[in-house]
């Protein structure tokens, strides 16, 4: 198969802490500590080993104590690992009677610090729910628990000629009910679409412990409120998603994809749209990279296109097609680069001629991530962004930051057909949280995202990282208020994620 594994978490560099105290919540005030005696409660309802503490294994829960990107720490003491849906039942109503306060937890990728605690809260986790239930061939719907990983998710549908309709640099590790929960987006989003879409049904687990069944494996249901989208993208923040009907589609038979350069980004958006108008129904993904984030990557491997051996361009992208005739899509994609290349906004490309091509080209793609998060402290962004305003907000940020802070560096990547740009600082060398970049940056970037229509999370959601933004930049205070009538509908003592998604009031 051809996915492969992201770079584990422990491999990356230590980090200091994001300060949480533009985060600190009172709500958490409302939550106790768990207690020995809680452990013990909370053991004699589940299976032996599913419950974790500092005393029986002090790596294993340091590790799901901390975010991906090593910026989030939590102090939690317990981690539960259940293996069914009874289990997490149990697991919920107990702490919703005792007042404790839970962070659900998937393959812990997450960017905006949402899958660790802020403070003690218990640390539950669907890896070990990680069965699946079958594809129906016929349908293209497959039936899993949420702990199942996404590449895993991919080799079983591939291995009966279907796709999971989401993609993303994280796929080794990330899993499918993380990825429901933040409405994950990714490299084919404009392919398929959003998962809000391409979900049809969910069990979730709500935070007293009542199982809520919104399985579904029809396509069209017009029954009611479709109270499983309230779940999709609510990270965490409203029930613990257990179970999915994920509808996929037939693998395709051709992938044809090309990694080109260009010398400006007028020649970007140019390029974009002669491949909408060129590649029509075969187009399915458009990735963008700048030099600066290439220059990072190319220190663990070759970029196979440059002006002069050694000198990048300014503008990569990758275009990908696929579909179900070689032939035609070859020839599609023939007259599309053809064109690009007329036109002068191409200034160098390759052509994929096999699989093992294909994988090569977006292997570079995918080590954006993990090139920049080594480099030093990574300042992460996400955002959308009109096409006409995508690389002007780059260069906008640039004259801010460069005369006060020469050493930081600005990289930028994402999928430009879905206007998300991916815009990151790093200081190279400098692992500790840098107050003056940070005020350089907040609130100055999200604001000229609104002034200029666009939106301060694409894909990672709030987390404790925007949530604070969320009542000020994002949406009014009427939805707000009705999102908070929502949260407690279904979490009325605020156990489930406190700190996080929601603004603390
Ligand atoms: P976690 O990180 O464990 O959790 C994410 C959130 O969901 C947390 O708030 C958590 O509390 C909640 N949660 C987890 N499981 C459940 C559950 N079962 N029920 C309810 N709530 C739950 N994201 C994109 O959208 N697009 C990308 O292209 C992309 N690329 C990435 C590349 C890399 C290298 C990395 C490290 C991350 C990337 N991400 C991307 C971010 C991340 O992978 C996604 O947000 C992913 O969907 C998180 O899945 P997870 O299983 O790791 O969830
Ligand atoms: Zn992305």
Same mark, same amino acid.
């Given at each position: ?36 005696? &809680? ?9 032996? #080993? ?18 991906? !990107? ?19 039942? #149990? ?121 809520? &069944? ?83 990557? $190319? ?9 002069? #051996? ?13 579909? $179900? ?22 200034? &160098? ?32 962004? &996400?955002? $959308? ?119 603390? !009031?």
């Amino acid at each position: 198969m051809i996915w492969r594994l992201v770079t584990p978490v422990c491999s990356l560099p230590p980090r200091t802490p994001r300060s949480v105290t533009r985060n600190s919540s009172s709500l958490l005030e409302k939550l106790r500590s768990p207690t020995v005696s &809680d452990c013990s409660a909370l053991a004699a309802l589940v299976d032996e #080993g599913t419950i974790v503490t500092a005393e029986d294994d002090p790596d294993l829960l340091a590790r799901h104590n901390v975010d991906w !990107k090593r910026e989030y720490h939590g102090r939690s003491t317990v981690l539960l690992r259940p293996r069914t849906t009874a289990e997490l039942s #149990g697991i919920l109503s107990y702490c919703h009677v005792e007042r404790l306060g839970v962070v659900p937890q998937a393959g812990n990728t997450g960017l905006v610090g949402g899958s660790v605690p802020v403070a003690d809260e218990i640390i539950v986790s669907v890896a070990r729910m990680n069965q699946i239930h079958g594809l129906d061939r016929t349908s293209g719907i497959l039936t899993c628990d949420a702990g199942c990983i996404l590449s895993d998710l991919h080799n079983y549908t591939a291995d009966r000629d279907h796709l999971v309709p989401i993609d993303l640099g994280a796929k080794g590790s990330c899993m499918i009910g993380g990825n429901v929960s933040t409405n994950a987006g990714g490299q084919y989003f404009y392919r398929f679409g959003s998962l809000k879409g391409n979900v049809l049904g969910l069990e979730v687990v709500l935070a007293d412990g009542t199982v809520l &069944d919104l399985t579904n494996t029809n396509r069209k249901d017009n029954t009611g409120y479709d109270l499983k989208q309230l779940f999709i993208g609510a990270e965490g923040s409203l029930g613990i998603i257990s179970k999915i009907n994920l509808s996929c589609p037939r693998l395709p038979s051709s992938r044809n994809t090309a990694f080109l350069a260009l010398e400006n980004f007028d020649a970007v958006r140019r390029t974009l749209r002669l491949a909408k108008a060129e590649l029509g129904e075969c187009l399915a993904a458009f990735e963008f990279m700048d030099r600066a984030i290439l220059d990072l990557v $190319s220190k663990s491997r070759a970029i196979p296109i440059s002006m002069d #051996g050694s000198t990048l361009y300014p503008f990569y992208v990758l275009v990908e097609t696929q579909g $179900s005739n070689g032939e035609h899509d070859s020839e599609k994609m023939a007259t599309f680069l053809e064109r690009a290349m007329s036109t002068l906004d191409v200034v &160098d490309g390759i052509l994929s001629q096999d699989i093992q091509q294909v994988e090569e080209m977006w292997a570079i793609r995918e080590a954006c991530n993990p090139a920049v998060a080594s480099e030093g402290r990574v300042y992460k962004y &996400d955002i $959308s962004i009109p096409v006409s305003d995508y690389y002007e907000i780059v260069e906008e940020m640039k004259s801010r930051l460069g005369p006060a802070r020469p050493d930081a560096l600005v990289v930028n990547w994402g999928h430009v057909i879905d206007s998300n740009l991916h815009f990151n600082v790093t200081t190279p060398g400098m692992f500790e949280e840098d107050p003056e970049i940070v005020s350089l940056i907040e609130p100055y970037l999200f604001e000229s995202v609104v002034r200029r229509k666009g939106s301060i999370s694409a894909e990672h959601g709030l987390g404790q990282c925007k949530n604070e933004y969320l009542g000020t930049l994002a949406k009014s205070p009427t939805a707000v208020s009705k999102m908070r009538a929502i949260k407690q509908l279904f979490d009325p003592h605020y156990i489930l994620s406190p700190g996080k998604y929601l603004p603390a !009031k």
